[in-house]
């Protein structure tokens, strides 16, 4: 079984720009969730999606968005770019309905650096 | 508002100590469920662990162990013998029942050396 895959997994920017990063969940999962990890602030929640709806979302601006495809495949998008933006974004998904209350299996990441 | 501390921030063993990684959390709810996660180098968080609040029974992985005391808040994470494959980040999580937010530690860097 295929795990949670995000692309890509590098990208560099430049401030003002915004940016689109993919998430493909494993076969079955319709919950996922994403995450932002820096130095200063560790690992934040994002949002979550559940069956194509954002089910929760965390404490971050509106500059961040994202949505969830019929195939459970998600993406998010981060628009005017700020330098404080740099991160490792992680995607994560469960099974069942629970969401991060139950087991969560994570991709690699996307190691965005906005310049 | 709940928090979860790690308050080692590294930790360095030799190889075939025994070590112990330290994680409290604070809520008032009554319903939360308890996480570790494994994150090397390559950057995915590994699930190690889940544990709801109903439920103190200690648990013990291979090498890995936990204790969950609600008494002191606190959900240890214990590895024995440990290995250099050991060496990673670790992160404490907690998900309040009513939510589907978790709230991480900072996480505590393992290093074990040869």
Redesign the interface.
């Known amino acids: 079984k295929a795990?949670?895959t995000q692309t890509p997994r590098y990208l560099i920017k430049t401030r003002g720009q915004q940016v689109t990063l993919s998430c493909s969940p494993i076969s079955g999962h319709r919950s996922v969730?994403w995450y932002q990890q820096t130095p200063g602030q560790?690992?934040?929640?994002l949002f979550?999606y559940f069956s194509e709806t954002q089910?929760?979302k965390?404490n971050f601006p509106g500059r961040f968005s994202g949505r969830q495809f019929s195939n459970s495949r998600s993406e998010m998008n981060v628009s005017t770019l700020e330098l404080g933006d740099s991160a490792?974004y992680?995607c994560?998904s469960s099974p069942g309905t629970?969401?991060?209350?139950?087991?969560?299996?994570?991709?690699?990441?996307t190691?965005l650096t906005v310049v | 508002a709940q928090k979860v501390t790690q308050a080692q921030t590294e930790i360095s063993v030799v190889e075939k100590e025994d070590v112990t990684l330290d994680c409290v959390y604070e809520t008032r709810d009554t319903t939360y469920?308890l996480f570790w996660?494994k994150q090397p180098p390559?950057?995915?968080?590994?699930?190690l662990i889940?544990r709801n609040s109903f439920d103190e029974q200690n648990e013990i992985s291979g090498r890995y162990s936990w204790n969950f005391q609600k008494s002191t808040s606190s959900f240890n994470f214990t590895i024995t013998a440990s290995q250099v494959v050991d060496s990673a980040v670790y992160?404490c999580a907690l998900?309040l029942?009513g939510?589907?937010?978790?709230t991480?530690?900072?996480?505590t860097s393992l290093i074990v050396h040869p």
Do not use: D, K, M
């Open positions: 795990g949670v969730s560790g690992l934040q929640f979550e089910r929760n965390g490792l992680l994560a629970g969401g991060a209350r139950t087991e969560a299996f994570f991709g690699q990441g190691r | 469920y996660y390559s950057g995915e968080l590994v699930f889940r992160f998900v029942g939510s589907y937010i978790p991480f530690g900072r996480g």
